[in-house]
C-alpha cells in the first residue's frame, strides 16, 4: 500500500505525524520538507531564540528519535514541484516519483520581498526559517558589538514588532517603519494597536508611521540607509523586512484544486474535515482556508496555533474522522515584558462597534474585547492568563453582552 505523505517542515506536519501514528495508523508515514530540517515550530525565531536564550532543540516539537522510534520517514532538503491527484502522484524536484494513498500539503508561506533598488544589499533579510533566525541573530550580535548596532525594521505587523523587540532587548537602536497610520492596526484596529505603539515608544523604539520605503542605500555592498518617498534617510547597519506573507498555494492550484477568492482570505478550499477538492487531499496550516462553523465564512489564519490544531485534526480525518474543524482562531505575542493571548476573530477593515477594555492598560494588565452588533467577536487578555476559556465562552455565546459585564470580567 502507498504511504500517507504530509509535505511540508512546519508545526502542521509534526502534529499531523503525532496524530496518525497516536490514533493508530501503522502504515508507512513520510515527511517531506524542502528545508534541511526535521518539522519545527516558527514562533521563538523572532523571540527568544533570535536572542540567543533558546537553544536549537527548543523548536523542534518532536525529537529526531521520535521519528525513528514511530517508523515516520523525514526526507529533508526535497521539493515537491508537482502534484497529479489523478493518479495519486508527486514528484520532487530531482524527478524522483513519490506515489501516496492520503495526502497533506502544509507548505507554508513565503515573505514578500522588497522591490526597491538596494534591496539586494548585504545585511537585508527576511525571517521566515530557522537558518534566517541565524543569520539575523549573528548579525545582531555583531552590530550590538560594534558599537553601531542600527536596525530598521521595515514592516509593523507582529513579525516586525516582535523582532523590535528582541533587538532593543539585545541593545541595539531600533526604527520600525509602517506603511499605516498605527502598528498593527490592519489586526487590532487603532484603540489597541496605539497600546503597542506606547509599549515600544517607552522602550525608546523610534516608530515611522505613513511612510512607504523606496531605496535601499549600501557602501561596499552593505545596507547603509533605509529611504522613504519623503526623502528621509534612517541610518541602518541591519534591515529586516516583515511585510507580510504569501501562503505556498503553487502546488495545489498546478494540481487544479479549489482555491478560496483573495476577497475571503484567498488559500486552499477544505471542508470541516480540511479535505480539498479531491478526497484524498487535505491542506493545513497557512494554505488552508477553513469554514468557520461560529463566524459563518471561511478563514485562512497564518498562526502557531492553526498549525498546531490542523495538523492533529487533518492527521485523524485522513483516517476517517468525519467531525468539523470548530476551533477558534487564537495566537500570543511576547514583546518585553508583555505577554498577549487573543482567540476569536475580528474584521478591522469591515468594522467594529468598540473595544471594551477590562483593566487597566496603563498598568499592562487588562482584557480587551472586540464587539460587533453588541456581541463578543475576539478577546484579548494582556499579562493576565488563563482567560481565554472564559473569553471563548463570551464569543460562542452569540448574545449582546453589556459593557458593564465587559468592563468587570477581571474584576
Do not use: C
Amino acid at each position: 500500500m502507498d504511504p500517507f505523505v504530509l509535505v511540508g517542515g512546519g508545526l502542521t506536519t509534526a502534529r499531523a505525524a503525532k496524530a496518525l501514528r497516536t490514533e493508530g495508523y501503522d502504515g508507512d508515514l513520510v515527511v517531506v520538507t524542502s528545508e534541511p530540517h526535521r518539522p519545527y515550530e516558527r514562533p521563538p525565531l523572532s523571540k527568544d531564540y533570535l536572542r540567543g536564550e533558546a537553544e536549537r532543540d527548543a523548536v523542534f516539537p518532536l525529537d529526531e528519535a521520535w521519528y525513528t522510534e514511530h517508523d515516520v520517514a523525514v526526507r529533508t532538503g526535497e521539493t515537491v514541484v508537482g502534484l497529479d491527484v489523478a493518479d495519486h502522484a508527486l514528484t520532487l524536484s530531482d524527478g524522483a516519483a513519490l506515489t501516496y494513498a492520503k495526502l497533506l500539503l502544509a507548505p507554508g508561506s513565503t515573505p514578500r520581498t522588497l522591490a526597491v533598488p538596494g534591496s539586494d544589499l548585504g545585511g537585508v533579510h527576511y525571517l521566515r526559517t530557522i537558518d534566517d533566525a541565524d543569520r539575523i541573530s549573528a548579525r545582531l550580535l555583531e552590530a550590538s558589538l560594534e558599537g553601531v548596532g542600527r536596525l530598521v525594521v521595515i514592516g509593523d505587523g507582529w513579525i516586525g514588532l516582535e523582532v523590535a523587540a528582541s533587538a532593543r532587548t539585545l541593545g541595539l537602536d531600533v526604527t520600525v517603519v509602517g506603511r499605516g497610520a498605527h502598528p498593527l492596526g490592519r489586526v487590532l484596529g487603532p484603540e489597541m494597536s496605539d497600546f503597542y505603539a506606547s509599549v515600544h515608544t517607552e522602550h525608546e523604539v523610534r516608530l515611522v508611521r505613513g511612510a512607504t520605503v523606496t531605496a535601499l542605500e549600501g557602501a561596499d555592498g552593505r545596507v547603509t540607509a533605509v529611504v522613504l518617498s519623503d526623502g528621509t534617510r534612517l541610518g541602518a547597519d541591519v534591515v529586516v523586512a516583515g511585510i507580510g506573507a504569501a501562503p505556498n498555494i503553487g502546488l495545489a492550484e498546478a494540481a487544479g484544486l479549489d482555491l478560496r477568492d483573495a476577497a475571503l482570505g484567498g488559500g486552499v478550499v477544505v471542508d470541516g474535515t480540511l479535505a480539498t477538492s479531491h478526497p484524498d487531499v487535505f491542506a493545513g496550516g497557512d494554505i488552508a482556508s477553513i469554514p468557520s462553523p461560529h463566524y459563518g465564512r471561511p478563514l485562512r489564519v497564518e498562526h502557531w496555533a492553526i498549525a498546531q490544531e490542523t495538523g492533529k485534526h487533518a492527521g485523524r480525518a485522513m483516517l476517517g474522522a468525519a467531525d468539523p474543524y470548530d476551533k477558534l482562531p487564537y495566537f500570543y505575542s511576547d514583546q518585553y515584558d508583555v505577554g498577549m493571548e487573543y482567540t476569536g476573530w475580528v474584521d478591522v477593515q469591515a468594522g467594529y462597534d468598540d473595544v471594551v477594555v477590562s483593566g487597566d492598560t496603563a498598568e499592562r494588565e487588562f482584557v480587551a474585547f472586540w464587539r460587533v452588533d453588541g456581541r463578543v467577536v475576539a478577546g484579548m487578555a494582556v499579562n493576565v492568563w488563563e482567560q481565554m476559556g472564559r473569553v471563548e465562552e463570551l464569543i460562542r455565546s452569540g448574545r449582546q453582552v453589556p459593557t458593564a459585564e465587559l468592563e468587570a470580567f477581571t474584576g
